[in-house]
């Protein structure tokens, strides 16, 4: 007995957006999640370009024109971002056209997922949404933030409306420690986020060394806290776990749609729900929408860059995105945000690379080789 035309096992923004979209498309759907109704927490962030036409602009909390970087200098992104409400975001993608499952999948195959109560729902065809564990064989960002009021941020920002990555050394961090970097960006509402983050590590920094390099960054800057201030912890893994049921489309992080280099996954998932509905409404495989012989070159090209920031020596690291950051801006829109673009994401790569001191190259190609 068929139960759904779709099931959808994850409810958090990948699993949810898919289930709406396909939902939205005509088809029959039931997803499955322990905890369907979850608030979320977390800060989510997209580069505004990357999100789809049918999203409500009511979702952003707050937007940034040109945010801003340190590596070895400071840099300018010639690139709108914004920062989700994360509950106008969760309210947007609405479920009134799903069935929900308040229960747990224990076994997600390509055609049924069996309840940790034993029971067995079938369909023709199953998405697996659930997200990415957090690993220590597998690459991890971390990260540790405070959220504070405009006034109180403002000697943190420095005059900029956002730092979407600050690499300086004002953590009272040595030339051998793993780099952190500061992160900070406006919530709305007169909030902002101070966030000291690993980009990526196997194992990551640990939470705990950087609510000591965040408090340490920031007395530097003359940000008072007063120790009451809500805090936001953040360990997920960058890379989706290895093997797959058969058939199954996995989809989100879990499904390699995050980017291995920066963490990012909720737009591109946003971006991709539609090319699922439409496939699957059309009766073909949501793989099919998803994986094109370019996405899958892409998401190659990603790995690599990925192992080259792994292997990169903590006084290089700076000096990787001083590259990156002084690409032309399509450039770099391609590597952040192009999973089909294989010719902008080569170009991005081969210039980082050609631009770069002997030394970075050296190590670039260690990474790879």
């Not at 920094?205 to 950087?210: A, K, M, V, Y």
Request: aromatic share 6%; with cysteine.
């Amino acid at each position: 007995m068929i139960d759904a035309e779709v099931i959808v096992v994850g409810l958090g923004p990948a699993g949810r957006a898919v289930a709406h979209r396909v939902a939205a498309a005509g088809l029959d759907v039931l997803a499955v999640d322990p905890r369907p109704d979850r608030p979320w927490t977390a800060t989510y962030a997209a580069w505004l370009d990357e999100l789809p036409r049918w999203l409500p602009e009511s979702v952003l909390a707050a937007r940034v024109a040109e945010p801003a970087a340190w590596t070895t200098h400071p840099h300018r992104i010639p690139r709108p971002y914004g920062v989700f409400d994360t509950s106008a975001l969760q309210r947007s993608l609405a479920l009134d056209c799903v069935r929900v499952c308040a229960a747990r999948a224990d076994v997600v195959e390509a055609d049924h997922v069996v309840l940790a109560d034993g029971a067995v729902l079938r369909a023709p065809a199953v998405i697996d949404a659930r997200g990415v564990p957090a690993h220590r064989s597998r690459a991890q960002q971390t990260a540790f933030g405070v959220i504070v009021d405009t006034a109180t941020a403002a000697p943190a920002l420095q005059g900029r409306a956002a730092w979407f990555m600050d690499w300086r050394r004002d953590n009272r961090t040595g030339s051998g420690d793993a780099p952190s970097f500061l992160y900070a960006v406006p919530l709305g509402q007169d909030r902002v986020l101070l966030e000291e983050t690993c980009l990526v590590g196997r194992p990551a920094i640990p939470l705990p060394e950087l609510q000591r390099r965040l408090e340490v960054r920031l007395a530097a800057r003359g940000v008072e806290l007063s120790g009451s201030e809500p805090v936001e912890r953040v360990r997920f893994g960058v890379q989706p776990p290895p093997g797959s049921a058969r058939g199954v489309a996995r989809f989100g992080a879990r499904g390699g749609l995050m980017h291995p280099g920066t963490g990012y996954a909720v737009a591109a998932s946003l971006a991709a729900a539609d090319p699922v509905a439409h496939a699957l409404a059309g009766g073909r495989k949501a793989t099919a929408a998803l994986w094109s012989p370019s996405a899958r070159a892409v998401a190659q090209l990603r790995a690599s860059g990925l192992r080259v920031l792994l292997r990169l020596h903590p006084e290089q690291t700076p000096a990787f995105f001083a590259g990156f950051f002084t690409l032309p801006p399509d450039r770099q829109r391609s590597y952040l945000s192009g999973r089909t673009d294989v010719g902008g994401t080569v170009a991005a790569m081969t210039r980082m690379f050609t631009t770069g001191s002997p030394a970075l190259r050296g190590a670039m190609l260690r990474a790879l080789w």
